[in-house]
């Protein structure tokens, strides 16, 4: 039979308590630790010569403890008639000086400021539960009368909210001190179904004079250096946590398979700032892995942390089951905070990431640190700034595993989207295409000067932006259409203008508007990416909605319409364009817009399968033809919707035109007179495409 209360009401219950003790006997009850364990906060905070009263004593064996190792001024109370004459039985002889006294810790007949500490061990807990914490309030209130001035009220907790949170802003009102020491226990060794929570030591310090501003703080251990707060929601959110962390902790210690993708945010100690993400990845219970390979560390290179293969659960499934360890915890690093080298990495991270190792792990067991270059990567905060639209955003530069420098755009709300990225080449090099495959030697980041680089308008970083690309084959796009034919494109979404420059710079004749609905993201793409709009590349700023609506009255028309939007609502399961993109009246004003032999292209990430049904069908309905040019190892997904092509109904013809095409659009990009190289194989893209 259980000892543990079946309700959270029975801990403040005096009958409840009472059949506790009875059912115990004589073993004592070591209510959140005992002395060996707490001892070295209590002697911080409580000297031995102090008048001492220990309230809901129950029959634990500290007053006891605390007694033979020198505090003679001990006055124990409960509530139980039950266990304060077992314990003054037991102490009778051995410690006659040990006082056992059944008094009700709301109402004590002690005088006002007749004790210089009072030591609550999980009585705080046990009350607070009953009739919303008016008891509880009854207890804290009758504590800080008998307690004098520079005395402090000791309780040692779990720190459940409503509670911590009723006693701290209680004395915070009062004027006092308040501190809190969160004592983590080592979980190594521990049985499933021992306790999981950390207990927390609140101590509360009387003033003579209220303090003007609250004085609110928090160590790790029983000697962390203090970290203050300045409200007690901030405290409340830290204490939060570290209850997460100790729980997560218990399950990764005794869990021999987590199935799911566990994440923690490691933050640093003075400044609060997310430093490190931690991802824990477990081999399935079918793997064969050698049995030495328990447990790794892979840090992942600054710069790299979106990249699929470390961000998305697939691809860290793949990255564990290529590591072949039973257990691979993921590393990223944050931006904003710096990292000396991995070895300093390695130092900083051992004591944490020991305790998510897998059950069953050798002790002194040597744990490798895994990385894809061997060193941490390079990362560099070339500006930031704010969107009124958006929020904060930062331009970086990073060092990518490949050794090439590269340039990103990131809006801090939704740091896991790159929303722009080029590649960067320094003057000697811009303009020159690499032939054959030689393997790139790393750019030491340090040697190349920010200012000195230059964008490569050849490069297109993003998979999507290839495809589309790709797509205009289409089109039927020759180098003779610069002067009888021109193309016509209408972009939604300027980004950092690398897909429009590149359509401008290698395209014959073709001519680009794009509708950009941030003002912040046109001024960073001119600024940091290059971007130069001509009378062939224009820009205007306003909602890609009502541009659309606006030319369809004007009776515009474009050979092709191009989608690149993403949602600013992450809650959704399509995370690109916004819904209200692919609306039908929407997706027909755009059908309306296209020339006979037009095309629509939509950038679309969507996670939702029943979603992307939905949406497929929608297309269907209003375009004759839709080819997909799906991105290896990413949720994007680029849709090529025909208003033509009907005379060709058969797939496989459909796919032959499309690749001569191909073949005729990469000929054309390779022949443009500008000095620089397109770096795009049509041929190969087209070859991944099929009919939806």
């Known amino acids: 039979m259980s000892l543990l209360p079946r309700t959270a009401d029975e801990f403040s219950s005096a009958e409840y308590w009472e059949r506790f003790f009875r059912k115990r006997g004589e073993k004592a009850f070591e209510w959140y630790g005992d002395y060996n364990k707490l001892c070295g906060v209590l002697h911080k905070y409580i000297k031995v010569k102090d008048k001492v009263l220990v309230v809901g004593c129950g029959n634990s064996e500290l007053s006891e403890q605390m007694y033979d190792v020198g505090y003679k001024q001990l006055i124990n109370i409960d509530i139980s008639e039950t266990v304060i004459n077992h314990m003054n039985q037991r102490n009778a002889e051995r410690r006659p000086g040990l006082s056992f006294q059944q008094i009700d810790a709301t109402e004590t007949p002690f005088e006002d400021g007749s004790y210089q500490a009072v030591l609550d061990k999980g009585t705080l807990d046990a009350m607070a539960s009953e009739e919303e914490g008016a008891l509880a309030t009854s207890m804290l209130t009758e504590m800080s009368r008998v307690l004098n001035v520079g005395g402090r009220y000791v309780c040692i907790t779990l720190a459940q909210e409503s509670v911590i949170k009723l006693a701290v802003e209680l004395f915070v009102k009062l004027g006092w001190a308040v501190r809190l020491h969160c004592l983590q226990s080592d979980t190594r060794g521990e049985e499933e179904d021992s306790f999981a929570l950390p207990v927390f030591v609140l101590i509360c310090t009387k003033f003579r004079q209220p303090m003007p501003m609250p004085i609110l703080e928090m160590c790790l251990g029983e000697d962390g250096a203090p970290t203050r707060f300045t409200q007690v929601s901030e405290l409340l959110s830290t204490v939060r946590e570290h209850q997460s962390y100790s729980v997560l902790r218990k399950r990764l210690r005794t869990c021999a398979d987590v199935t799911s993708n566990v994440s923690l945010t490691l933050c640093h100690v003075k400044t609060g700032l997310p430093r490190y993400t931690l991802t824990v990845q477990d081999c399935g219970p079918g793997a064969k892995v050698p049995k030495a390979n328990h447990f790794a560390i892979f840090i992942v290179p600054q ?62 067991h040597q744990v490798p640190f895994l990385s894809a270059t061997g060193d941490l990567g390079w990362r560099e905060v070339v500006s930031t700034g704010v969107s009124d639209l958006s929020g904060e955003f930062c331009v970086e530069n990073i060092r990518g595993e490949d050794g090439e420098l590269y340039r990103r755009l990131v809006f801090l709300s939704n740091t896991a989207l790159i929303q722009s990225e080029s590649r960067l080449v320094s003057p000697k090099t811009a303009g020159h295409k690499k032939k054959g495959k030689k393997k790139v030697k790393p750019t030491t980041p340090s040697a190349v000067p920010s200012s000195s680089l230059t964008v490569d308008t050849g490069f297109l970083c993003c998979e999507h932006h290839k495809r589309m690309v790709a797509g205009l084959s289409m089109l039927r796009i020759n180098a003779q259409q610069k002067n009888d034919n021109p193309a016509s494109v209408l972009l939604i979404g300027l980004g950092g203008g690398g897909l429009p420059q590149f359509l401008r710079d290698f395209v014959p004749g073709i001519t680009v508007e794009v509708v950009e609905l941030d003002p912040s993201v046109f001024e960073v793409a001119k600024e940091w990416f290059g971007f130069r709009p001509d009378e062939r590349l224009t820009v205007s700023i306003g909602d890609g909605l009502e541009r659309i609506a606006a030319f369809e009255t004007e009776g515009r028309v474009y050979d092709a319409i191009m ?130």
Not at 330 to 337: E, F
Not at 621 to 635: K, L
């Open 563 to 692: 989608f690149d939007v993403d949602n600013k609502d992450n809650t959704v399961g399509m995370s690109c364009p916004p819904a209200s993109f692919v609306e039908v009246p929407i997706l027909q004003k755009v059908c309306s817009l296209l020339t006979p032999r037009g095309v629509f292209f939509l950038n679309l990430v969507c996670r939702d399968s029943l979603l992307k049904k939905t949406l497929l069908e929608r297309l269907k309905s209003i375009f004759p033809t839709i080819v997909s040019g799906d991105v290896e190892g990413e949720v994007n997904q680029v849709l090529l919707c025909s208003k033509g092509e009907k005379e060709m109904p058969d797939t496989t013809n459909i796919l032959q035109s499309l690749g001569q095409a191909g073949k005729t659009l990469q000929s054309t990009l390779d022949s443009n007179k500008t000095g620089s190289n397109p770096h795009i194989d049509i041929t190969e893209l087209i070859k991944e495409m099929k009919i939806v």
């Open 303 to 364: 710069g790299s942390e979106t990249s699929w293969l470390y961000s998305s659960a697939e691809g860290q499934k793949q990255l564990a089951s290529s590591a072949n360890y039973r257990r691979l915890v993921i590393v990223a690093m944050h931006r904003n905070q710096e990292y000396q080298n991995m070895e300093a990495v390695q130092s900083e991270l051992s004591p944490m990431v020991m305790d998510l190792a897998p059950p069953g792990m050798p002790p002194n």
